[in-house]
């Protein structure tokens, strides 16, 4: 353990895919948990990744790491569950794993980032939280988009875009924001509407539907077909299959 830093035990129960975190904050408060033979009842306990922990004593062992990818349908949310009573990825991940692995009890797994409940396209799932820090936290994994858009942008606004422009707040009385794309290209054009290809490496609430809102475009469809190395390819809307991490 020397120089390893402890974490809170409700933590580390869930980085072993336990449970959430929040169950695992509950699960110690209800005294259910034991670290190093005795109980404790605070989440925040520090706590070392290979400490010994139970869960009405059963062992609580790391599980299986896990990697899949979801083509998110329009629609859908992107939490665990909702007040609305909407459809959330984890309600179509769990029919969809259902499927897949019959009688084979599904991971605790989380997506990685989210999509707004109007964006479709490819989100990622995993229980290994150091993986998803990485692709969430690296400048380096871009996220590209097929946007389709009412009317037609011109090529200085697509180049505006690149350059990057200060974008009104979404909540009245906050400040400005800074946003530009890496990319933004006319993929195909209509005659009223156009797709276009757009690449960020920022993870800015609604991104993109700002900026095309500032510069005078409604979005009708955002796609997102790639995230890091990992493209959406052929799965259809609702789809989920394992990702190849090689």
Excluded at 151 to 160: D, I, V
Excluded at 207 to 230: S, T
Aim: net charge neutral; aromatic share 6%.
């Amino acid at each position: 353990m020397q120089g390893e830093k402890p974490h809170g035990v409700a933590r580390v129960i869930s980085k072993r895919g336990f449970c959430s975190r929040s169950v695992a904050e509950n699960l110690v408060r209800e005294g259910r948990v034991s670290l190093r033979g005795k109980i404790v009842r605070d989440p925040d306990t520090p706590a070392y990744e290979n400490d010994e922990i139970l869960v009405d004593g059963t062992p609580v062992t790391a599980s299986e790491l896990v990697y899949f990818a979801m083509n998110k349908p329009r629609g859908a949310v992107t939490t665990a569950s909702d007040e609305k009573g909407r459809t959330t990825v984890m309600d179509i991940f769990r029919e969809q794993y259902g499927k897949m692995f019959p009688g084979k009890t599904m991971p605790h797994i989380a997506p990685v980032g989210r999509l707004d409940a109007a964006s479709e396209g490819l989100l990622l799932f995993t229980n290994d939280t150091k993986w998803a820090d990485v692709v969430l936290c690296s400048a380096d994994h871009l996220k590209v988009y097929r946007v389709q858009v009412a009317g037609k942008p011109s090529t200085a606004e697509l180049e505006q875009m690149e350059k990057g422009f200060n974008v009104p707040p979404r909540v009245f009385g906050e400040s400005e924001e800074f946003m530009h794309a890496d990319r933004a290209a006319l993929v195909s054009e209509g005659e009223k509407n156009c797709w276009l290809e757009i690449t960020l490496s920022e993870g800015k609430n609604r991104e993109i539907r700002r900026m095309l809102a500032h510069l005078g475009y409604e979005v009708m469809r955002l796609i997102r077909i790639q995230f890091d190395k990992y493209a959406l390819g052929d799965l259809k809307p609702g789809e989920i299959s394992p990702l190849n991490l090689r």
